[in-house]
């Protein structure tokens, strides 16, 4: 009896997991089939969140895709730029690198970024990530925990190199200076926040980009 229970509160907490996402499906395999608006249809995709900060955000890579066939959720994982259902983007990590850095597998919410191409949010990575790194193990997991609450902004402008790695721009003061050009009052609204290492966080970038009309 305790066994047959046991079963049916890990199916019922694996219901709970995986969502279905309505509205029409559909997927490209790279960043210009997706510029083109050259698309391949699917049917119904569910979603399977691995972690709570999905719930919180749409940013990190924990979303998973499944289509129920295992072919296609094959190709979805290794081959898929984006998969779109309805409204909603969403960009396989898979090959994405920021400073020779990848981010892993997994799939995370994107918006399209007027003519700039695909914004995504995701923890920091690269050379500063590093730097945590060499705190040692206890100090490493320290730094990662903190990069997780202090989502960064991402920009995917270009397609893959020959090898299928997409190199991807974080959005840092350099690159809101030329997005926000001709609004002085969103330029002052931005480096209102002194402190660099603040001004790049999600929170404080999307806001601005949303007022400059680039969603």
């Known amino acids: 009896m305790k066994r047959i229970k046991m079963q049916w509160v890990v199916s019922a907490m694996m219901l709970l997991m995986v969502t279905p996402v309505c509205g029409q499906s559909r997927y490209c395999n790279s ?122 902004c991402y920009v995917i402008s270009n397609g893959a190199d020959r090898k299928g790695r997409i190199e991807v721009r974080l959005i840092d003061d350099e690159l809101m200076d030329q997005m926000i050009a001709n609004r002085a009052d969103l330029h002052d609204e931005y480096y209102a926040e002194k402190k660099a290492s603040k001004r790049r966080l999600a929170e404080h970038v999307i806001p601005i980009l949303e007022k400059a009309g680039l969603f």
């Open 31 to 152: 960043y210009e089939d997706f510029v083109g608006n050259r698309w391949e249809q699917l049917d119904t995709i569910y979603l399977v969140g691995h972690s709570k900060s999905r719930q919180l955000w749409w940013g990190g890579n924990d979303y998973s895709l499944t289509s129920g066939d295992d072919a296609i959720d094959k190709k979805l994982k290794k081959e898929a730029f984006v998969v779109m259902q309805g409204d909603s983007i969403f960009l396989n990590c898979h090959n994405l690198r920021y400073q020779k850095t990848v981010f892993g597998n997994g799939f995370t919410k994107a918006r399209r970024l007027g003519d700039l191409g695909l914004l995504f949010v995701n923890k920091i990575i690269g050379k500063e990530a590093m730097s945590g790194a060499m705190l040692g193990a206890i100090g490493g997991a320290i730094a990662a925990s903190k990069q997780m609450k202090q989502q960064v």
